[in-house]
């Protein structure tokens, strides 16, 4: 074995740290880019954030200078003038920071000693509203007010927590009191002290169980909401029903349940019309359905003919170097050299975060902008005209990488007068048109079709996937059966024979 060198030439694609950062900035949503930039400025100390106001501020004081030191009309102002400066002089003194003070400072009747609290004191607005209770919380009140024992108490708090959000208990028993000193005997008699209380069929282990502890409620409650005769409720075709026939009933095979059980299917129907009325989730109405505002990253609007993308900035910091610290490594007298290390780091970074954040901009609206070019048409008219789109399509127009493309979508929103629309909706597979082969249908616009379709039908007779292909075919859709399933099953929308209705 010999030992020796060589020489290699090559080129490799070294992520640097600055990089790094560009990229993450670019995939960013607005919310995490609030958050991200708030970050920057907790931890550097040349950032600092500005307000629209203060830059209009200061460029007008600047020009007032320039107007101060080279008069118009090279003569004095009148004493006319100068009375009108003055009386405009003392609200003018009276700035912003005033009126905060002045307001900060308000004395209440009865309290001439002090001062009242300050804005900042106050609690804010999502503090003061009322937290929707859970089930967890509206359970643990009811158990409160039972007469168990503490032992009964200790078992029922331990079951109610393992309750999922629909208020089903998925675990089972010997897992509940694993580790206890209860037994099973215990937490099923606890289990049955839950299960009466609101909502009705909480606790169960499965719909059959839920649904048969709603029916004993109902009943003791004959002439409920329901309006249901006794004899209908429980003992015989309803119970029967949920107990033994619950997916011939998803199905609707009501012919099938009419005569396992022995009765006509209009006793069928009846003991379906009760059952529908049932609740499946008795947990359903504690679930916080907490609603979160979308805010578009870019506006697309028409113009004089023209669509524009306007980048929406608002909320997002501001940020620009501090002119303290900018006179500071300026001046560099008696900085030690870690002070100036320290300094010059933080000025690079400062820097380049403004620098992504610009090229951030700009890369969102360029491909903003190539897509509305691309899906002009859908613009114009709506979603029946939305072209097939891919990303490398738009990267070959505007000259970058997929990936680039990728990152830039991703999160991003757009609002536009069709509406507010993720930036990933405009990228969608086509189907070929029979009439027009070099043409393509977006798959979204069939989709939409699919959705009328359905919306359309006869309840009675609903329509099979392949009529639906067939009336694809016949708008010149060049489509199989089972993409018209595939594209039903994403829309939720279900089978023909779960849509049949009987009455």
């Known amino acids: 074995m010999k030992l020796r060198l060589d020489l290699k030439l090559s080129q490799k694609l070294i992520m640097t740290p600055q990089l790094q950062q560009a990229i993450k900035l670019l995939q960013l949503s607005r919310l995490e880019l609030q958050q991200s930039l708030s970050q920057q400025l907790l931890e550097n100390p040349l950032l600092e954030e500005t307000q629209a106001e203060l830059e209009e501020n200061e460029i007008a004081a600047s020009g007032e200078r320039e107007e101060g030191s080279q008069p118009i009309s090279g003569t004095e102002p009148s004493d006319e003038g100068k009375g009108t400066r003055e009386e405009q002089g003392a609200p003018e003194e009276f700035t912003a920071s005033g009126w ?51 032992r ?219 897509i509305v070019k691309f899906q002009e048409q859908f613009f114009e008219h709506g979603v029946q005209y939305l072209k097939p789109l891919v990303l490398k399509q738009v990267a070959e127009d505007i000259g970058m990488h997929e990936s680039t493309i990728s990152r830039v979508t991703a999160n991003k929103y757009m609002y536009c007068p069709q509406g507010m629309l993720e930036l990933k909706f405009f990228f969608n597979a086509g189907l070929q048109r029979a009439d027009q082969p070099s043409d393509m249908h977006s798959s979204v616009s069939v989709r939409e079709m699919i959705k009328k379709m359905v919306a359309e039908e006869d309840s009675k007779r609903p329509l099979k996937d392949e009529e639906i292909a067939a009336r694809l075919r016949d708008q010149q859709v060049l489509i199989a059966r089972r993409t018209v399933a595939k594209y039903r099953a994403e829309e939720n929308i279900p089978s023909a024979s779960q849509r049949k209705r009987f009455f």
């Open 100 to 150: 905060e003070e002045y307001f900060g400072s308000d004395r209440r009747v009865g309290d001439s000693e002090r001062y009242s609290s300050s804005q900042d004191e106050f609690p804010s607005y999502e503090q003061t509203v009322a937290k929707a209770q859970s089930l967890e919380e509206h359970l643990l009140w009811q158990l409160s007010l039972s007469g168990l024992t503490e």
């Open 152 to 370: 009964g108490k200790a078992l029922a708090r331990l079951l109610i927590g393992n309750l999922d959000d629909d208020g089903y208990l998925r675990m089972p028993m010997s897992e509940v009191v694993a580790g206890t000193d209860f037994t099973e005997v215990e937490a099923e008699s606890a289990l049955r002290d839950i299960q009466t209380f609101d909502p009705t069929g909480v606790g169960a282990r499965d719909l059959s169980e839920c649904l048969i502890l709603q029916l004993g409620h109902l009943g003791r409650n004959p002439m409920g909401s329901l309006g249901a005769r006794p004899g209908a409720l429980k003992g015989s075709v309803v119970e029967s029903v949920i107990l033994h026939h619950l997916k011939d009933l998803e199905k609707k095979q009501y012919a099938k349940i009419a005569k396992a059980l022995n009765v006509t299917v209009e006793e069928v129907f009846q003991a379906t019309k009760i059952i529908e009325g049932l609740e499946p989730k008795p947990g359903r109405p504690f679930v916080n359905t907490q609603n979160y505002v979308i805010v578009p990253d870019v506006f697309v609007v028409k113009d004089e003919g023209e669509w524009l993308v306007l980048l929406n900035d608002d909320g997002l910091p501001r940020m620009r170097i501090s002119p303290y610290y900018k006179q500071l490594m300026g001046a560099g007298q008696g900085d030690s050299p870690e002070t100036k290390a320290y300094m010059d780091e933080k000025m690079r970074a400062a820097q380049w975060v403004i620098r992504s954040i610009e090229q951030r901009n700009k890369t969102i609206v360029k491909v903003v902008s190539s």
